[in-house]
T-cell receptor
Framework: AQTVTQSQPEMSVQEAETVTLSCTYDTSESNYYLFWYKQPPSRQMILVIRQEAYKQQNATENRFSVNFQKAAKSFSLKISDSQLGDTAMYFC????????????????FGQGTILTVHP | GAVVSQHPSRVICKSGTSVKIECRSL??????MFWYRQFPKKSLMLMATSNEGSKATYEQGVEKDKFLINHASLTLSTLTVTSAHPEDSSFYIC??????????FGSGTQLSVL
């Protein structure tokens, strides 16, 4: 079984500053995906970024980037130039990769980190 | 883009009654949908995997007779909370798998059992 741990229950950052959210995971799988999801007050789950474990290059999406350390089983999210709209709960999530994609979608989530961006 | 519609967004019911929540993929066929439960400011916990035309696969500790899942068509999965009690009060979210390793979430249902 997989576990995902987010050790920061709450974080805060000033607008325009940079913040890093931590995530570690434990798995015996060699092939998997890692995700960061954002859940704003509306509670709609929004995909922030996805990383395939076989890719060494860290994924980036505009102001969002990850630091994926496979050996250390670490997957942190960096948010640059923080904006007020980034205020949300952020979840790190793990998904096992199965050939054929039949299990795609079955996510194991971390506990979440509440991020507040202050003006 | 693809949309998953979840209804109702909020429901209040009396203890002992049953409540049905719908998860519908609006512009794609979803052979597999997933149901999660979330307590306030907590993580999402997978309850079950719903496969079109077959029985749902429940996660360990989830009562299949309490949480009935039906996936009768390629665009609709339903979760029925039977004989609901206050401890079933929670936020329920569905997700649907699309083509090409895409995953889409519904907007969630807040269930309050009085």
């Amino acid at each position: 079984a997989q576990t995902v741990t987010q050790s920061q229950p709450e974080m805060s950052v000033q607008e325009a500053e940079t913040v890093t959210l931590s995530c570690t995971y434990d798995t015996s799988e060699s092939n998997y995906y890692l995700f960061w999801y954002k859940q704003p007050p509306s509670r709609q789950m929004i995909l922030v970024i996805r990383q395939e474990a076989y890719k060494q290059q860290n994924a980036t999406e505009n102001r969002f980037s990850v630091n994926f350390q496979k050996a250390a089983k670490s997957f942190s999210l960096k948010i640059s130039d923080s904006q007020l709209g980034d205020t949300a709960m952020y979840f790190c999530a793990f998904m096992k990769h199965v050939a054929g994609g039949t299990s795609y979608g079955k996510l194991t989530f971390g506990q979440g980190t509440i991020l507040t961006v202050h003006p | 883009g693809a949309v998953v519609s979840q209804h109702p967004s909020r429901v209040i019911c009396k203890s002992g009654t049953s409540v049905k929540i719908e998860c519908r993929s609006l512009d794609f066929q979803a052979t597999t949908m997933f149901w999660y439960r979330q307590f306030p400011k907590k993580s999402l916990m997978l309850m079950a995997t719903s496969n079109e035309g077959s029985k749902a696969t429940y996660e360990q500790g989830v009562e299949k007779d309490k949480f009935l899942i039906n996936h009768a068509s390629l665009t609709l999965s339903t979760l029925t909370v039977t004989s609901a009690h206050p401890e079933d009060s929670s936020f329920y979210i569905c997700s649907a798998r699309g083509i090409g390793e895409k995953l889409f979430f519904g907007s969630g249902t807040q269930l309050s059992v009085l």
